[in-house]
Antibody, heavy 124, light 107 residues
């Protein structure tokens, strides 16, 4: 079955750019949307954005000015860049697949496959 | 952006009891775009229910979802030990947002 694995530095300095990659295994990255979500310590989930395999994106309004999500179909990977980070960006970062159903005339979207998450700390 | 408010923040119940979790939206949400997840400590979230009431693959039938418009409910009919966790609702419209979560803890 499809599995996701996040990778990237666990420590980033303030004002620098956080970069993470999610590798998709056990299936193709094609024909799906792929999402990034984060969770600060002891807090709830925050959606960052998603990308379609073709490259179209949608970002959270609160993070849009600092976020770039890209996809590399040849490597079955998608990536997150978050610029100008501060301590508030310290979190567990998850990648997830946005699954899709269509029936009864309606589209259904849901995050059905998640990576285990990777902890990123912003500190000097 | 649609804001989702979950209540209560914490629900203290015993195994075998019924759990009722609420998710209220700041504006109407399409029923096909309302989703519930379960998250256990130290784990990634797990998809429970999508389209308000459709259980994901492998989810036991003690979990059920209902609601429409701005008010949605997740019900766990009889709590099993493995159900004590945090539950999040999520909506997908032009943007995607999560509720703040409800923790179901052992009384």
């Amino acid at each position: 079955q499809v599995q996701l694995q996040e990778s990237g530095p666990g420590l980033v300095k303030p004002s620098e750019t956080l970069s993470l990659t999610c590798t998709v295994s056990g299936g193709s990255i094609s024909s799906y949307y792929w999402s990034w979500i984060r969770q600060p310590p002891g807090k709830g989930l925050e959606w960052i954005g998603y990308i379609y395999y073709s490259g179209s994106t949608n970002y959270s309004p609160s993070l849009k000015s600092r976020v770039t999500i890209s996809v590399d179909t040849s490597k079955n990977q998608f990536s997150l860049k978050l610029s100008s980070v501060t301590a508030a960006d310290t979190a567990v970062y998850y990648c997830a697949r946005l699954g899709h159903d269509f029936w009864g005339g309606y589209h259904y979207y849901y995050m059905d496959v998640w990576g285990k998450g990777t902890t990123v700390t912003v500190s000097s | 952006e649609i804001v989702l408010t979950q209540s209560p923040g914490t629900l203290s119940l015993s195994p075998g009891e019924r759990a009722t979790l609420s998710c209220r939206a700041s504006q109407s949400v399409s029923s096909s775009y309302l989703v519930w997840y379960q998250q256990k400590r130290g784990q990634a979230p797990r998809l429970l229910i999508y389209g308000v009431s459709t259980r994901a693959t492998g989810i036991p039938d003690r979990f059920s979802g209902s609601g429409s418009g701005t008010d949605f409910t997740l019900t766990i009919s009889r709590l099993e030990p493995e159900d004590f966790a945090v539950y999040y609702c999520q909506q997908y419209g032009s943007s995607l947002t999560f509720g703040g979560g409800t923790k179901v803890e052992i009384k």
